[in-house]
């Protein structure tokens, strides 16, 4: 079946500095691919997606790219702060199951601490 | 603009007293899911509405159950909680497949359940 693997947390990291969350799948199809986060308390907010092979997904200075020969969809950002802590899932959806309405697969979460 | 609202934001219920919880949505979206998210796990799929619909996970318990009367609202029902039911109940929205705009789901910002 499909699932999403993360990078496990929390990562620390402090204000500025480069952030690499890797996320790496397996789908039956063609999924489309996502990146949504969530603030404490919150639901989940969708950060940014693509949905083919080498489609950039990029929002509030944060990019992920589709690679589909690596399969992975590896979330960055070149200076973080402190409002980036959050717990961050990457999702797909598969485009081989029926009706195009199917829920999301999640990885498991990362969450971020940002230090000032 | 609030597009997927859910209330309430906190819900306290008893062991074994039924719940609902609601769900309403400005987007006019065709699909709406409901997922449970307990604490430090990534959300996990109870069933989704396409119009009407319905689509049951195959491990979802019989004790959830769900309502759509028309295409802005869609309800959880919990027939008899247990204790190990408390989690953050979340509803998201989607088009369906429809381009650009497929599978985009759409969350709102959950209700936290307690049973005590």
């Known amino acids: 079946g499909d699932s999403v693997t993360q990078m496990e947390g929390p990562v620390t990291l402090s204000e500025e500095a480069f952030l690499t969350i890797n996320c790496t799948y397996t789908?039956?199809?063609?999924?489309?691919l996502f990146w949504y986060v969530q603030y404490p308390g919150e639901g989940l907010q969708l950060l940014l997606k693509?949905?083919?092979?080498?489609d950039k997904g990029s929002n509030k200075g944060f990019e992920a790219t589709y690679r589909k020969e690596t399969t992975s969809f590896h979330l960055e950002k070149g200076s973080v702060q402190v409002s980036d802590s959050a717990v961050y899932f990457c999702?797909?959806?598969?485009?081989?199951?029926?009706?195009?309405?199917?829920?999301?697969?999640f990885g498991k979460g990362t969450h971020l601490i940002i230090q000032p | 603009d609030a597009m997927v609202i859910q209330n309430p934001r906190y819900q306290v219920t008893q062991f074994g007293k039924p719940v609902t919880l609601s769900c309403s949505q400005t987007?006019?979206?065709?699909?709406m899911y409901w997922y449970q998210q307990k604490s430090s796990q990534a959300p996990k799929l109870l069933f989704h509405?396409?119009?009407?619909?319905?689509?049951n996970e195959a491990d979802t318990p019989d004790n959830f159950q769900s309502r759509r009367p028309n295409t802005s609202f869609c309800f959880l029902d919990i027939r008899s909680p247990g204790l190990g039911d408390a989690a953050m109940y979340l509803c998201?929205?989607?088009?369906?497949?429809?381009?650009?705009?497929?599978?985009?789901?759409?969350f709102g910002p959950g209700t936290r359940l307690l049973v005590l």
């Open positions: 987007l006019n979206h065709n699909v």
């Open positions: 693509a949905t083919k092979a080498d």
């Open positions: 509405y396409y119009d009407k619909d319905f689509n």
């Open positions: 998201a929205t989607s088009s369906g497949w429809t381009g650009e705009g497929k599978k985009t789901q759409y």
């Open positions: 999702a797909l959806s598969d485009s081989a199951k029926r009706g195009g309405a199917d829920g999301l697969t």
């Open positions: 789908a039956t199809g063609y999924p489309s």
